[in-house]
């Protein structure tokens, strides 16, 4: 059963700094793992997404690697802001075609 | 990209009463759909597949009977909670694939459940 795990679980940090959310997955059987963001009780923004085929994708001040042998996956940040405080959720399309989400990263960029 | 639609957006109700939530796939074909369920403070759950034309698939622990999928036609799939309870409050979240062989689904805005 695929599991995903998201390491820190929250973290604070001043802004201005670069910094790194990981995401773990135990089955690397996958079709791709995608990156969102979520801000208190709104939906999902989809922030990146990463065909298995992939190694890594770039949007702005976002860079998320997939290492899918390793089952890992990062997503940096440079430059934070603090309009990034959110919830990051990483998610993996499994074998059967199901997202499976990760726990979160509750992000806190302060000014 | 391709556009999910969820509605209502928010919904208040008495316990013991029944609400659908409907999620429309706005500009493409969706066979298939995904129900997912967050709780505060936790990660999404799937909680089951909606399929055009057949029976919704769910997964372990989720009341078939209680959580009724209905996928209509090849744009709507609904979900209906019967008989909430205060625990049923939840964050109720769609998805759609996108385009064969993208590997990309597209989610729906979310509709927040509260059941007094």
């Known amino acids: 059963k695929q599991e995903v795990t998201q390491i820190p679980a929250a973290l604070s940090v001043p802004e201005g700094e670069n910094l790194v959310l990981n995401c773990s997955f135990t089955d690397s059987a996958i079709y791709n793992l995608q990156w969102f963001r979520q801000d208190p009780g709104k939906g999902l923004t989809s922030l990146l997404l990463i065909q298995s085929s992939q190694r890594e994708q770039t949007s702005g001040r976002l860079n998320a690697s997939l290492d899918k042998s390793s089952g890992r996956s990062t997503l940096y940040i440079a430059a934070s802001q603090p309009g990034d405080s959110a919830t990051y959720l990483c998610?993996?399309?499994?074998?059967?075609?199901?997202?499976?989400f990760g726990t979160g990263t509750r992000l806190k960029v302060l000014a | 990209g391709a556009v999910v639609s969820q509605h209502p957006s928010r919904v208040i109700c008495k316990s013991g009463t029944s609400v659908k939530i409907e999620c429309r796939s706005l500009?493409?074909?969706?066979?298939?759909m995904f129900w997912y369920r967050q709780f505060p403070k936790q990660s999404l759950m799937l909680m089951a597949t909606s399929n055009e034309g057949s029976k919704a698939t769910y997964e372990q622990g989720v009341e078939k009977d209680k959580f009724l999928i209905n996928h209509a036609s090849l744009t709507l799939s609904t979900l209906t909670v019967t008989s909430a309870h205060p625990e049923d409050s939840s964050f109720y979240i769609c998805?759609?694939?996108?385009?064969?062989?993208?590997?990309?689904?597209?989610f729906g805005p979310g509709t927040r459940l509260t059941v007094l």
């Open positions: 998610a993996v399309l499994d074998g059967t075609y199901k997202y499976i």
């Open positions: 998805s759609a694939p996108g385009l064969p062989g993208v590997n990309e689904q597209f």
């Open positions: 500009d493409f074909q969706a066979t298939t």
